[in-house]
């Protein structure tokens, strides 16, 4: 490897961390408006009622973000459906609402799916039924050469 190449490995370097650096920085904000509207609303409404909510929050914070965002699903190529995001917060992250008694294993898959379709890397779950506010990170599966690399839900 010679200096120049070396260089340019350094500066994608940087410019990776300082993006991971600004995304938990948008996520950080983004989760204490999920805790300042379950703070006031509590748990036991209609998950589109913490939605409006979050929306009237992100506003008061000045968080950019497009409700009930539409993303094409394909398959092989071929239009084969259409999905609506809860949020996609400043073209970065997917928030992904619920108002369920417990998050499950399929609640992870379907953000994750989400994640692929939108071709990003974070995401954020939601549940405003449990107390305190359920929030749970979620990550895009990895893949190798070897195939799948399965995600652990936390």
């Not at 650096?21 to 589109?48: D, K, Q, Y």
């Not at 809860?86 to 499950?104: H, M, Y």
Request: glycine share 8%.
């Amino acid at each position: 490897m010679n200096f120049h190449e070396d260089e340019s490995r350094a500066s994608q370097e940087g410019r990776k961390a300082g993006s991971q650096l600004e995304l938990g920085a948008l996520t950080e904000r983004v989760i204490g408006a999920a805790i300042a509207v379950h703070r006031e609303l509590g748990p036991g409404f209609i998950e589109s009622i913490y939605e409006q909510a979050l929306a009237v929050e992100f506003e008061a914070c000045g968080i950019r973000y497009e409700r009930q965002k539409p993303v094409a699903i394909s398959y092989r190529a071929v239009h084969v459906g259409e999905h609506r995001l809860d949020f996609l917060i400043e073209g970065l992250l997917v928030v992904e609402l619920k108002a369920v008694k417990a998050l499950e294993d399929v609640h992870f898959a379907i953000v994750r799916s989400y994640l692929k379709a939108t071709h990003l890397e974070h995401g954020l779950l939601l549940n405003f039924s449990a107390f305190p506010l359920n929030i749970k990170r979620v990550l895009r599966e990895r893949t190798s050469s070897k195939g799948v690399v399965p995600i652990k839900f936390s």
